[in-house]
């Protein structure tokens, strides 16, 4: 098994929901993430998919510290970082980059590309002494497959996929082990989001980078991720191997996400199960007792309101081979075939894919 670059435990973040101008009055909290457990191993590209407001971008604010924890913790390479600051936490930001989801608000419409590119170094002088950054910065345009020579022009006079290029460039000026990626691409069209897919895959390789990449679309994480973490109210809820996850999945909320995943073969398409959830995403300043899915799972049971499904693999999948046998927090988490195996859905399986 290879190592663990990043290890999260119980990580919560409540904002506190305050009532009253003069006197503020605590009145609950929302729960944006609620309890995270989990790992991204050396050289993976670990996907994390969920519903809008599921706790994602807090998740990944988290991650590179934008965000400070209400509890849990995070190590970096064995080491518990949640507390740092100062230096120590200068340090190890520097390994723990991001790429954030939306190219158009994220750079600085004032600065050059040169500018925005070379940011990073006025906090981290020593990676790029001031005589070197030019040149630096012309390599990392290069690297994203950008003309070098565009480097004192402004953001407005790139499209959409050269702005996200950008803000990768951005993200790897100091040459960090991890980047925590939220939506990279669901702001781009779609023959633009395989392209920033096929470079951050190139990337990986070329600069040995771990990747956290966040979406809400299943489809667009099979294509980059080893494995898959599903999010729902703060929580992982089912997490495995692409494969484990995409043809095996054991979790009532995962094959319902499945379900909507658009299948390219008609044939297939139309032997399909569609689930349909019913009703909303409850509030996170008010998650349903025991299992926070119960509200919207067409197979709860009494025992789903008194007990809290931890996020393992289920006891009673324990003893079965193969791929059904991944953690999933749910009670009566069963494998259910939602994609059809026909030959669409058996080539997205593998194709394009890749392997611990
Ligand atoms: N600074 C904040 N103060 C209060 N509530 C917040 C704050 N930031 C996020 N939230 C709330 O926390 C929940 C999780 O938000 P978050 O942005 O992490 O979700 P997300 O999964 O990234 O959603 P999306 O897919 O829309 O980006 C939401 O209910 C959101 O309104
Ligand atoms: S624990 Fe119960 S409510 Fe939760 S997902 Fe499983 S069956 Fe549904
Ligand atoms: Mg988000």
Redesign the pocket.
């Known amino acids: 098994m290879a190592e663990a670059i990043l290890e999260v435990r119980d990580l919560v973040?409540h904002?506190p929901?305050t009532r009253g101008i003069l006197f503020k009055k605590h009145v609950g909290a929302?729960?944006?993430?609620d309890g995270v457990d989990v790992e991204l191993f050396a050289g993976e590209t670990l996907g994390i998919v969920?519903?809008?407001?599921?706790?994602?971008?807090?998740?990944?604010?988290m991650l590179v510290h934008l965000?400070r924890p209400t509890a849990g913790t995070i190590r970096y390479k064995g080491e518990d970082i949640t507390t740092l600051s100062g230096r120590a936490l200068k340090a190890v930001r520097r390994n723990i980059q991001m790429v954030f989801?939306d190219p158009y608000t994220s750079l600085n419409p004032r600065m050059t590309v040169g500018d925005i590119i070379g940011e990073p170094y006025e906090i981290h002088p020593e990676v790029a002494p001031k005589g070197s950054r030019r040149q630096k910065v012309q390599e990392l345009l290069d690297v994203v497959g950008l003309n070098p020579e565009y480097i004192n022009r402004y953001p407005h006079q790139f499209s959409g996929g050269q702005r996200q290029r950008i803000g990768i460039a951005r993200g790897l000026a100091l040459r960090p082990e991890v980047i925590v990626a939220?939506?990279p691409v669901?702001a781009l069209d779609v023959s633009v989001q395989a392209q920033v897919i096929n470079l951050l895959d190139k990337l990986q390789s070329e600069f040995s980078l771990s990747y956290v990449f966040?979406a809400?679309d299943l489809s667009i994480v099979r294509h980059i991720s080893d494995r898959v973490g599903v999010?729902y109210l703060?929580r992982i809820v089912e997490i495995g191997r692409d494969a484990e996850i995409y043809d095996h999945p054991t979790h009532p909320y995962t094959q319902a996400l499945l379900s909507a995943v658009p299948v390219p073969d008609p044939q297939a398409r139309e032997h399909r199960e569609r689930i349909i959830l019913t009703g909303d995403v409850p509030?996170?300043?008010n998650i349903p007792s025991g299992c926070r899915f119960r509200t919207r799972c067409w197979k709860a049971q009494e025992r789903c309101a008194r007990e809290v499904p931890l996020l393992a693999v289920p006891p009673h999948l324990e003893s079965v081979e193969g791929p059904a046998r991944h953690p999933s927090a749910c009670h009566f988490a069963e494998e259910k075939h939602v994609v059809p195996n026909g030959p669409a859905a058996g080539d997205g399986g593998t194709g394009g894919t890749k392997s611990l």
């Open positions: 973040k904002y929901l929302v729960k944006a993430v969920g519903e809008s407001g599921c706790g994602k971008s807090t998740l990944a604010k965000e989801q939220d939506e669901s966040i809400h999010m703060g509030s996170p300043t």
